[in-house]
T-cell receptor, first 117, second 112 residues
Framework: EAQVTQNPRYLITVTGKKLTVTCSQNMNHEYMSWYRQDPGLGLRQIYYSMNVEVTDKGDVPEGYKVSRKEKRNFPLILESPSPNQTSLYFC????????????????FGQGTRLTVV | TQLLEQSPQFLSIQEGENLTVYCNSSSVFSSLQWYRQEPGEGPVLLVTVVTGGEVKKLKRLTFQFGDARKDSSLHITAAQPGDTGLYLCAGHGASGTYKYIFGTGTRLKVLA
């Protein structure tokens, strides 16, 4: 079954304690990305990756890091979490954009609800 | 920064009514996707529109991409309670950026 798997689903942590949210996809997609979803602000892209070792900032990258050492995995790292990073996070994967094919449907994970106290 | 503005932000209607949701931008998009999101879950794709002026139908849902590929609309005919959810438009811009931009969202509630 084609899927994007995020872990954990729920996480409560304290300010400053480093954490990693994992994301894995089994569709051999080149493009992977992370989003945060906040009430009234919608889904905002944090980072994206076009392929292995190729990452770039989205619209809200501050306070986050990512890595893409393997095609299937794209972890999100919060080196020093702060309360304003409390949010619902989604990982997604898709075929690489461009080429006029329009087949850039994003497949989403189930989400990670993070609370930083 | 490319933006996708959706309207209305909230919509509460009775079962059987028709509605239209709009997705507008000042920028050109190479394609647009429409998603529906249920509480606590990730968005799920409804449709992709690629060609300016394109119209796609998915049962009672009709999607249109503007001629200039700057806007799109979603029309629901005879809404049902099962249509309740958050509707999102999204797309990669045509200006060379590979960011994926989501619209501000329309929260629809259909009352039985």
């Amino acid at each position: 079954e084609a899927q994007v798997t995020q872990n954990p689903r729920y996480l409560i942590t304290v300010t400053g304690k480093k954490l990693t949210v994992t994301c894995s996809q089994n569709m051999n997609h080149e493009y992977m990305s992370w989003y945060r979803q906040d009430p009234g602000l919608g889904l905002r892209q944090i980072y994206y990756s076009m392929n292995v070792e190729v990452t770039d900032k989205g619209d809200v990258p501050e306070g986050y890091k990512v890595s893409r050492k393997e095609k299937r995995n794209f972890p999100l790292i919060l080196e020093s979490p702060s309360p304003n990073q409390t949010s619902l996070y989604f990982c997604a994967s898709s075929l690489i954009p461009g080429g006029g094919l329009g087949n850039t449907e994003a497949f989403f994970g189930q989400g990670t609800r993070l609370t930083v106290v | 920064t490319q933006l996708l503005e959706q309207s209305p932000q909230f919509l509460s209607i009775q079962e059987g009514e028709n509605l239209t949701v709009y997705c507008n931008s000042s920028s050109v998009f190479s394609s647009l996707q429409w998603y529906r999101q249920e509480p606590g879950e990730g968005p799920v794709l409804l449709v992709t529109v690629v060609t300016g002026g394109e119209v796609k139908k998915l049962k009672r849902l009709t999607f249109q991409f503007g001629d200039a590929r700057k806007d799109s609309s979603l029309h629901i005919t005879a809404a049902q309670p099962g249509d309740t959810g958050l509707y999102l438009c999204a797309g990669h811009g045509a200006s060379g950026t590979y960011k994926y931009i989501f619209g501000t969202g329309t929260r629809l509630k259909v009352l039985a």
